[in-house]
C-alpha cells in the first residue's frame, strides 16, 4: 500500500487527463453527425438509449463513432474529479487563501485559458459557414464566465465547450464558501441537495438542461474528488480489477433509466482511477496519455476551431477521413497553443 497522499500520482492523473480529454473531442466532433447516436449529457432522452441499443444489436461501420458519441462526454466528470482532488492537496495542508483572493485567482487561471481559444475561434468563425450571431450580451458573459446562468444555454455559448469554465469557476466559488475544509458531510449534503434539484425534473425539459450547464449538474463528480482526496485508500491491483468490471457494468446499466443515469459519473470515475492503475504499468502506453494530458487545457480551447474547419469533410461522407485530419490538426494546434500560453503572464494570488 502507497502513502494516501500518493493515491493519484502526478503521472496517474496526466494519464486521467489525456484519457478524459481525449473522449471530450472524439465525443464533440462525432455527436455533430447525423447519422451518429446522440448523448444524453444534460437532459435525458429514451430515444437516444435506444437508438445506442439498436446500434449496438446491429453495428454498422460507425460504431466507434456511436459509442464515442454516446459515452464521450463523461471526460467532464473526469476533469471535475481531478480538480476537486487536486484543490484538496494544495489548499487543504499548510495553505489558507482567502476568498476573494482565491476566486479571482482561480477566474484569471480559467480566463487566461478561455480567451486565447475564443478570439482564435471567433476568427475562424466568421471566416466559415455557419456563422454564429452573436448578441453583445452573450460575449460578455463568456469573457465574465457566467453565460451558464443565461437562458437558452445551448444556443447562447459558442463554440458550446466553453461552457465548462463557467462551470468550473460557480464550483470554485462553491467549494472555497461552502466546502473548504469542511468534513464529508457537508460534502455529501450538497451532492444529495443538487440531486435532489434535478431527480423531479421532466428528463427531456429545458429546465433539467439549464440547471445541469451549472453547478449542480457537476457537483457529484467534483464532490467525489474531494471525498477521495479526504479519505480515499489505496487498493491492491486485484482489487481495482473488481472495480474496474464492476464499474463497467454500472456504467452501462445506469444509462438505461432517467433515475440511475444521475449516477453515472461516480463510476465512470472509478472505472478510470482503476484502469489508470494498470495502464500505469504499460510504459510507452503511460508516456502517449501522459503527453496528452499535458496539453489537455490547450486541446480543450482549440478543438472547437479544427471542428468548424473539418466536420464539412464527415458530413459529405467521408466519416473517418474527417475525423482523422480533425485529430491530426488538434493535437499540432495544442502544441501551439500551449506554447503560446506559456508566454502569458501567470495570475498571482493575493493575500487579504
Known amino acids: ?73 463523461y471526460g467532464v466528470p473526469i476533469f471535475l474529479f481531478l480538480s476537486a482532488y487536486g484543490l484538496v ?18 477566474f484569471m487561471k480559467l480566463f487566461r485559458m478561455m480567451i486565447v481559444g475564443f478570439v482564435a475561434f471567433t476568427m475562424i468563425d466568421q471566416m466559415t459557414p455557419g456563422a454564429h450571431h452573436y448578441h453583445a450580451l452573450d460575449i460578455i458573459a463568456q469573457l ?54 434535478q431527480i423531479f425534473l421532466d428528463p427531456e425539459g429545458e429546465t433539467l438542461n439549464r440547471v445541469r450547464y451549472n453547478f449542480m449538474g457537476g457537483m457529484l463528480p467534483f464532490g467525489l474528488g474531494l471525498l477521495y482526496a479526504k479519505y480515499g485508500r489505496d487498493l491492491a491491483y486485484e482489487h481495482y480489477a473488481l472495480v474496474a468490471g464492476f464499474s463497467l457494468l454500472l456504467i452501462i446499466f445506469c444509462s438505461y ?49 479544427t471542428r468548424k474547419i473539418f466536420i464539412p469533410i464527415s458530413r459529405h461522407g467521408d466519416y473517418y477521413a474527417g475525423l482523422l485530419l480533425y485529430i491530426v490538426a488538434s493535437i499540432c494546434l495544442a502544441w501551439v497553443f500551449r506554447e503560446f500560453m506559456k508566454r502569458l503572464p501567470n495570475p498571482k494570488m493575493k493575500q487579504e
Not at 461516480?266 to 501522459?290: A, D
Open 89 to 106: 492537496k494544495k489548499y487543504e495542508g499548510i495553505s489558507n487563501p482567502s476568498r476573494i483572493p482565491f476566486v479571482s485567482y482561480h
Open 144 to 197: 465574465g464566465l457566467f453565460n451558464n446562468v443565461l437562458s437558452d444555454p445551448d444556443n447562447i455559448i459558442w463554440p458550446g465547450p466553453y461552457w465548462f469554465f463557467g462551470l468550473m469557476l460557480q464550483l470554485y466559488i462553491v467549494y472555497r464558501v461552502f466546502l473548504y475544509r469542511k468534513d464529508w458531510k457537508w460534502i455529501v449534503g450538497a451532492i444529495v441537495v443538487c440531486w435532489l434539484m
Open 1 to 73: 500500500m502507497r502513502n494516501d497522499a500518493q493515491l493519484l500520482s502526478r503521472t496517474e492523473c496526466s494519464v486521467l487527463r489525456g484519457l478524459a480529454i481525449i473522449g471530450i473531442i472524439l465525443h464533440n466532433y462525432c455527436h455533430w453527425l447525423g447519422p451518429v447516436v446522440k448523448e444524453n449529457e444534460y437532459q435525458y432522452f429514451q430515444h437516444n438509449v435506444d437508438w445506442f441499443t439498436q446500434v449496438l444489436f446491429h453495428p454498422d461501420h460507425l460504431l466507434p463513432m456511436h459509442i464515442v458519441s454516446f459515452f464521450g462526454h
Open 257 to 305: 433509466t432517467y433515475q440511475t443515469w444521475f449516477w453515472v459519473p461516480v463510476f465512470i470515475c472509478s472505472f478510470h482511477i482503476s484502469v489508470v492503475k494498470f495502464i500505469s504499468k504499460v510504459n510507452w502506453l503511460t508516456k502517449i496519455l501522459e503527453w496528452t494530458g499535458a496539453i489537455s487545457a490547450a486541446l480543450f480551447v482549440c478543438h472547437p476551431i
